[in-house]
């Protein structure tokens, strides 16, 4: 499956943004889905993951109650609503998938837990 991640762009803080990954090759409805971010000079983290039915979700402490991950597996999409943001949110967003799941389980916020990754998406939040 091949991923597309789009909607970064520059935003004020207290914005909002929502990123989406459209998939191509394969229908997502058979991956668990998930969102990570690198900020500058830093490692990739974990951001929210989703189950394959959607109606399972994780998130780290760090966006919980500001972002809300979502997928469309009609339109072979996941996405990312981001609100508010805030400085500390800049960093490439990537999305990934995972087939290592089961239908209603969330996958896991390790990298290791994804097998296919996008290009990733800029966020850039100014103070």
Do not use: H
């Not at 004020?12 to 394969?26: H, K, V």
């Not at 951001?47 to 979700?57: D, K, N, Q, Y």
């Not at 972002?67 to 805030?86: C, H, V």
């Not at 990934?96 to 089961?102: E, I, Q, V």
Request: with cysteine; net charge positive.
């Amino acid at each position: 499956v091949q991923l597309q991640a789009s909607g970064g762009g520059l935003v004020q803080a207290g914005g909002s943004l929502r990123l989406s990954c459209a998939a191509s090759g394969r229908r997502i409805s058979k991956y668990g889905m998930g969102w990570f971010r690198q900020a500058p000079g830093k490692e990739r983290d974990f951001v929210a993951s989703i189950s394959m039915r959607g109606f399972e979700t994780q998130y780290a402490d760090s966006v919980k109650g500001r972002f809300t991950i979502s997928r469309d597996n009609a339109r072979n999409t996941i996405y990312l609503q981001m609100s508010p943001l805030n400085p500390e949110d800049t960093a490439v967003y990537y999305c990934a998938a995972t087939s290592r799941t089961g239908w209603a389980e969330v996958p896991s916020q390790i990298q290791g837990g994804f097998d296919y990754w996008g290009q990733g998406t800029l966020v850039t939040v100014s103070s």
